[in-house]
């Protein structure tokens, strides 16, 4: 595995939960492909700052970040569950 800095992750979660909440908005273009895809690549970025940086310094950030990440994953499986539900 790479090792990449604190800063790099946070900005790979921020990034892979923007384009979650854009599929959880029901923006134009979004699949519910892409909304899988979307929690999988927050998922991982979740357990990647977890398993660098939930000890030390900025645990509580970490702790802070992963619990709001978790909530985009929960809304976007709404929505997920949402479409389903139309078919």
């Known amino acids: 595995m790479v090792n990449s800095s604190y800063t790099n992750l946070t900005l790979e979660l921020e990034e892979a939960c923007s384009f979650l909440r854009e599929f959880t908005l029901g923006r134009r273009g ?15 970025a979740c357990v990647r700052l977890k398993e660098g940086y939930s000890a030390g310094a900025h645990a509580q950030e970490v702790t802070t970040a992963v619990a709001t990440a978790r909530a985009n994953i929960e809304a976007a499986k709404a929505r997920l569950a949402l479409l389903k539900g139309r078919r």
């Open 30 to 44: 979004f699949t519910q492909r892409d909304g899988l895809a979307g929690m999988q690549r927050v998922e991982d």
